[in-house]
């Protein structure tokens, strides 16, 4: 009975050691894991937001600390409560009252609390240790244009205060608004970039703003601090449908036209003789609606000349020029005189210098239905028919002649913007 006893004891010491064992240990809570997957989700210029993974186990609070040291060396915030009694039980913090365009890093331990009325704290392993940063509160200045190809555009600019980082959004004039129709780009720290491929012949509008990028990648975007250049310009390709004719057979003003380039600021243009090496006259002319045309004493006379144009934008008060045209060659239109002669009118005309022949064109009608009726080297004709008919006795008819010149395979014109007339008699 007595050994009986002595069982019954030890096992009641057992069972309230293992309560109170049991207890304790209830009291002691493990430390709870370590933080993982803190990340920024939001910022302003005096502000910042960040969330992580929620850590799994009961009674779970979490202190957040926030400092502008990497090491937490001093000039701790955190999100303890007054008293330090209480963290967050959420997945998420914010801090308020900080600098524009700068970094600062966060961790977060995640806790056991107690509570009431000891408020025992068994604190995990801290997250690492992660950047934060705020929206730059300073704008890009002095962003212009500083070069251009045909189908690229560099911009530059000075860096922004706060900013390590830039967004760059570009899109074609015209083309419908920016949201519709933009490309953008962000470039580190740097303070120039090239767009590339393009389309040819146009202007184009670009934007920038400054950015303060994380080392996780997380970008403060200075959305309200951008700033912008309008009408920028690739440079015009190389000029096509270039002519040119003067107002009329003694004048000296000669009137251009050519397929304009969307692009262009202005045009530069060259006249030599037919073979010469130097221009005998040189100028520019700003694009606007009128076709460019100007008045030479070096315009006088019937010869042929040849003529190049291309097309100028300017960038940052300095023209950029793009490709010379082909030749064009052109000649003052002949003027014709004429007299009666057997069977016919008699036609004589100036000699155009650089002419190979002439071709003598006549009609019954002033303003149309002329026909060509004859290619000559000579500088007089006798006009005898118009189209297949012979001429008429009392009949008015209208001619013209026209100067050819050959370069290559090409035949160039004179101008044939003038017609003479005469009533012819037998």
Known sequence: MRNLWKALCACTLVFMCTFILGAGMKAEAAAPDKVQGVRQTDAETGSIRIEWDAVIGNDIEYKVELCASRNFSGGIQDNLSYSGKSGTTNTSCSFTGLTPGKAYYVRVTAFHNSNY???????GASSDVLQVVTKPNNKVTNFRQTKAAVDSITVTWNKAAGANAYRIE?????????ESAKKVVEVGNV????????????????WIYPINKSEKGYKAVGEYKWEYISRVPTLPTKITGLDCEFWSEVSNYLELSYDKRASEDGIQYEIYEEKGKKPIIKGTWKTCSLDPYFS?????????RKLRVRSYIDIGGKRKYGEWSDWEYFARQ?????????????????????????????STKEKSGYKKFKTTKNTSIVLTKCGNSKLKNNKTYYYYVVANKKVGKKTYK???ICVWYSLYKK
């Open 170 to 178: 570009w899109w074609k004039e015209g083309s419908g608004g920016r």
């Open 414 to 416: 004179s101008d044939e």
């Open 191 to 206: 303070n120039s970039y090239k767009a590339k491929k393009l389309t040819k012949n146009e202007e184009y509008q670009f």
């Open 296 to 304: 030479y004493k070096k315009l006088k006379g019937y010869q042929f």
């Open 117 to 123: 009325p000891n408020y025992i704290h068994t604190y």
């Open 334 to 362: 002949p003027k014709v005189k004429a007299k009666k002669a057997s069977g016919g009118i008699k036609l004589s005309w100036s000699k155009i210098k650089g002419a190979k022949d002439y071709t003598v064109y006549a």
